[in-house]
């Protein structure tokens, strides 16, 4: 009986340790990948404002349209949209330049995050004179006898173009901002590292 009884407890014990193990692994492989978004995280907003902007503007075309130079031939500001891509894409190009030619000290308090707050403030200018035009162009044109579920979804995947590019506009913003905060706070440790060393070595070794 207490055998038995002492096998049971064994049993329990090996089953709470592997729990607990599982829950750590877990745990671990939870905070190495939040890791890897925030480090990553730059890049992958540059990738997202490079890509999906152009994927929402090929969803919003007709099935016999694609996106082709035929676009900016045609191009008109009040009814197009082929810009809104044009503009995620030089804002991405711009800002990965501008990160990766600044070192620790300019990425704290230089042109990183000044540039990427410029170009963020322009594009949500943009987005919204752009907006304004284009939804009342749209609307003036459009009948409503004709309207159909395919309209109603082409109108909401236009209004996620112009919401996805203003979002991502201020991602960059955001994480500029937090890139600078983690520099900032790097160079103060390294500061405070330096003094503490050269108070030492005017400490010990005499003049």
Known sequence: ?????LTTMLKEEKQSMRALRAAKTLFFL???AVSFLVFSAPVLL???DALLPAALLSASLSPHSSLSLSLLSSYRFPLSLVDIPLLSLARSALIILVYSLCD???LSR???LGITTFCSLASLVFLSVKASYFFNSTAAAASPAFSDSSTACKRAIEVALFVCSAALA???TVV???ISCRERRKLLVYKIDIEAVSCC???WIPQ
């Open 110 to 112: 230089g042109p990183y």
């Open 1 to 5: 009986m207490i055998a038995a009884m």
């Open 201 to 203: 070595v005017k400490k």
């Open 30 to 32: 939870v905070s190495m």
């Open 176 to 178: 500029a901002y937090r």
């Open 104 to 106: 620790g000290p300019r």
């Open 46 to 48: 540059l990738l997202a």
């Open 170 to 172: 201020v991602g960059h």
